[in-house]
């Protein structure tokens, strides 16, 4: 069977498709889910089968909110919280963000005064969809500040893409960014009202001694075990990263090498009830996919069964790939080889020099995740055309069964694949 586009379709419960408004999740009273964009609220009380007619948030004054890109998180009393970014007053430099934090007790209709979140703190951004509420009650958002001046693309760079249909589409993904980032957490005991950071330091990657560093960013959460964490962060590696948390989040071990092969874009990382298995979202690429300029062109699940150390039975969420599992190269700055001139900030190339994307080439990235029960929903970002400068973005959402993760196997049983990637693990080691 194919894995182009997805891995075993007709399994999926429901599929929405289009300018859907969200890209966090929370559970509410009675097994229903809320759907947020950070402006517009919609609730599904079927587990993301229907939805309601999306609804606009007001904050403590009755006006609309105007942040998005957020997390929600459930608070005590049926109340949630939200997380948003904001420039920092007066400046318009692009990491001289805050983290604010709202409190709703009538489901997203109306907003408490924001609280400022990192205070005190440096410059912050956050993933969506990524606060959690441990078992402890203590809330925690990990985020990333970066250093560096200008934009998110270098000046005078060149733009990694190719032909598509007779038009240049950029492949870029942060390839040419000038700006180093590093990761923390902040955290609240007082549901919200007062928030700190992690006590020791910031999370980036140390190549060698006293030596090179690399960057991690757009890091994201689970509690596995009580008061016991596990981080995913994004890098430029051709790898996630992962790091452990033994208390609740407050130390946490150096960033080391996952197996889950990457490129430029971030995961989501959750838990299964009752089995206590682990599910990460990402977007795996390999090496080779990545010189040839297919970037986010394979969205894949895999599931642990031993808190993040070995990942198996992978399944394709959306691709343009066969292979659901990608073997993780070595740990370098991985680019794409096929990079163009753009001088004035246009792509020039001759049509004639650049090589063709396949057919059916797309991107998608950036997924929010809920386990609802029996089953889990999955929105995601993706983009058909993204001509340099000019991106075309639109949001799907997928809701399938647990057992879907599963490939359909026991997940208790053993796993054929398994034994090959315990293998390779403990040959890096």
Known sequence: MSNVPMTRPEEMLAFHDGQFPGNAFVGLEGGRILFSNGTHFSVSGDGGITWSEPYAGLDENGD????????????????????????????????????????????????????LMNHWMLAAHALNDTMIRTQSGRILLP????????????????????????????????????????????????????????????LLIIMEYGGRWELTNEPTLVEYAPGKLLMILRTRLGRMYQAWSEDDG??????????????????????????????????????????????RTRLSTAISRNQGRIWEHFQNLESIHEETHVEPGPLYTVRPEGAYGAPG???????????????GYGMWSYPAVIVAEDRVLIQYNYFDDDIAGERSRGHRVKVLPLSWFYGGQDPTGENATLSRIEGHVRGEL
């Open 64 to 115: 609309p909110l105007t942040l998005r890109n957020c997390s929600l998180v459930p608070l005590s009393n049926g109340a949630i919280g939200m997380a948003t970014k904001r420039t920092r007053p007066g400046t318009t430099r692009l990491y001289e963000s805050q983290m604010v934090f709202r409190r709703s007790e009538d489901e997203g209709k109306t907003w408490s005064a924001l609280t």
């Open 143 to 202: 985020v990333y500040f970066g250093i560096g001046q200008g934009g998110f693309h270098q000046e005078g760079a060149p733009f990694p893409g190719g032909y598509v249909k007779g038009k240049f589409v950029s492949t870029s993904a942060h390839f040419y960014d000038p700006h180093f980032t590093a990761s923390y957490v902040i955290y609240s005991d007082d549901e919200g009202e007062t928030w700190q950071k992690n006590s020791d330091g910031e």
């Open 250 to 295: 407050d130390t946490w071990t150096r960033p080391e090498p996952t197996q889950l092969a990457g490129t430029q874009a971030p995961a989501q990382i959750r838990k299964f009830p009752g089995t206590g298995h682990l599910l990460v979202v990402w977007t795996q690429q390999s090496e080779q996919e990545i010189k040839r300029g297919l970037i």
């Open 345 to 359: 900030g246009a792509v020039v190339c001759d049509v004639d020099s650049v090589q063709p994307l396949p057919e």
